[in-house]
């Protein structure tokens, strides 16, 4: 059952907090260094995956040098819209073949993309998860009637920011990567149902630092809707942040909200099922040799 978080009420003289030396010359040089470190630390989160990955094919193929699975790896992500990091992370959740195996995936059945009613976008960009992500993120802020908010996808236990709108370079470096629940998206992931935080500068539920980057991107509220395939597993989150306190949403609003999370949830169950096994088949016949490298055949366009 969804649900609203609810938040204590302020206190007399409560206010938001804002921290840092005061003048612009020190809030810059805070803001500056701020930025580098987000930046290291998105930097050695995202890097380990991708060079687990190369280690992996070189294992698996026999290859002689890094820099041939990585050559393997962004062409298959450059043929079917994948980014890399994505594909990278594929290579180390799923079961390898034998390298000598004709297909990694026998008799594996492949099934067209779930429909995603409600949802303004060209039919051509069905099978594309740029495209999709990006209606899903205008769905959920024509519903919860705001402009800023951003998409998240799971993988390897935390939240990676891969779309956004209407907020800072400083919101989406502090928030690249989410591993906790000190925040709505982190605790609506662990629940895996919806949070709203009516007033951040109030509220319990932030670690104090997310909290000063929230308020200082213009955020006083967010809603964070979970997006859940048919197990229940939470494979992404949308987040819906306000410029001023929440009242709440309306059931029918929530029940709507709802809709969209389980839609696109169960899209992306498909398109772990269906494009990036595609991409993963194509790697393994790549890396056996038996396709000419680099691309030899039309590219798909891409959405992200």
């Known amino acids: 059952m969804d649900y609203q978080a609810e938040t204590p009420s302020p206190s007399p ?4 907090v804002r921290g840092g030396p005061e003048g612009a010359g020190g809030e810059a040089e805070l803001a500056r260094l701020r930025g580098q470190i987000a930046d290291l630390r998105g930097r050695l989160l995202a890097h380990p995956g991708i060079s687990l990955a190369q280690g992996i094919l070189m294992e698996r193929y026999a290859l002689p040098a890094p820099e041939q699975a990585f050559s393997l790896l962004r062409d298959a992500s450059q043929r079917f ?4 990091h994505t594909l ?12 000598d195996a004709a297909v990694w995936f026998r008799g594996r059945a492949r099934s067209a993309p779930p429909p995603l009613h409600g949802l303004a976008m060209d039919p051509a960009g069905r099978d594309n998860q740029g495209a999709v992500l990006n209606a899903v993120l205008r769905r959920v802020l024509t519903v919860t009637g705001t402009g800023m908010g951003n998409v998240q996808l799971a993988e390897h236990g935390r939240l990676r920011l891969v779309k956004h709108v209407g907020l800072g370079r400083e919101f989406t470096d502090f928030f690249a990567f989410v591993d906790d629940s000190t925040t709505a998206c982190g605790k609506a992931a662990e629940s895996g149902r919806q949070i709203t935080v009516r007033d951040i500068a109030t509220a319990a539920l932030f670690d104090e630092e997310s909290r000063r980057t929230i308020l200082r991107a213009g955020s006083r509220a967010v809603h964070s809707v979970p997006l859940v395939d048919r197990s229940g597993e939470v494979l992404g989150m949308v987040s ?8 709440g949403f309306t059931q029918a609003q929530l029940r709507a909200l709802r809709d969209i999370g389980s839609a696109a949830g169960h899209w992306l169950s498909w398109h772990r099922r269906t494009v990036i096994l595609d991409a993963l088949e ?9 396709r000419a490298m680099p691309e030899s055949g039309p590219m798909r366009r891409t959405g992200d």
């Open 13 to 16: 003289g409560a206010r938001t």
């Open 81 to 84: 819209n994948i980014k890399l």
């Open 88 to 99: 990278a992370d594929a290579v180390v959740r799923t079961p390898g073949p034998d390298p």
């Open 240 to 247: 819906a942040h306000h410029e001023r306190p929440l009242a």
């Open 282 to 290: 194509y790697l393994h016949d790549a890396a056996r040799g038996r």
